[in-house]
């Protein structure tokens, strides 16, 4: 097994922390006034950020596909919502160096479930 380098430590770590911040949104009235379906996307949205983390954790390169995916939808779902304020600027960078760094760790990391 592959040690965990310090740097994705530090990525999930970041990750955990956005979604134990981000979770509560999900039933927050101002997500809920965007349509009757949106509270339920961006539960999945944050569901798919945090087991893409658990991914990273145990270093799996289905953790770094998830993050791209994840990290894709949800720019288009703030997009599409027309949530693009000064946090959403600072999301995007993050995640950007995110996953320069990940895709740098890419190849190391373990390819089976």
Same mark, same amino acid.
């Given at each position: #097994?592959?040690?965990r380098?310090?740097?994705?430590t530090v990525?999930?770590?970041?990750g955990?922390?956005?979604?134990?911040?981000?979770?509560?949104q999900?039933?927050?009235?101002?997500?809920?006034?965007?349509?009757? #379906?949106?509270?339920?996307?961006?539960?999945?949205?944050?569901? #798919?950020?945090?087991?893409?983390?658990?991914?990273?954790?145990y270093?799996?390169?289905?953790?770094?596909?998830?993050?791209?995916?994840?990290?894709?939808?949800?720019?288009?779902?703030?997009?599409?919502?027309?949530?693009?304020?000064?946090?959403?600027?600072v999301?995007?960078?993050?995640g950007?160096?995110?996953?320069?760094?990940?895709?740098?760790?890419?190849r190391? #990391?373990?390819?089976?479930?």
């Amino acid at each position: #097994m592959l040690a965990r380098p310090k740097i994705i430590t530090v990525i999930c770590i970041i990750g955990y922390l956005s979604v134990l911040f981000t979770f509560p949104q999900v039933f927050s009235p101002g997500i809920k006034k965007l349509g009757t #379906m949106v509270p339920a996307i961006y539960g999945i949205l944050v569901a #798919m950020h945090f087991i893409a983390c658990v991914g990273l954790w145990y270093y799996k390169q289905w953790g770094v596909q998830l993050y791209l995916i994840a990290f894709f939808a949800k720019i288009i779902f703030y997009l599409l919502s027309a949530q693009t304020g000064p946090v959403f600027y600072v999301n995007a960078v993050l995640g950007i160096v995110f996953m320069f760094v990940l895709l740098k760790h890419y190849r190391k #990391m373990n390819p089976n479930l």
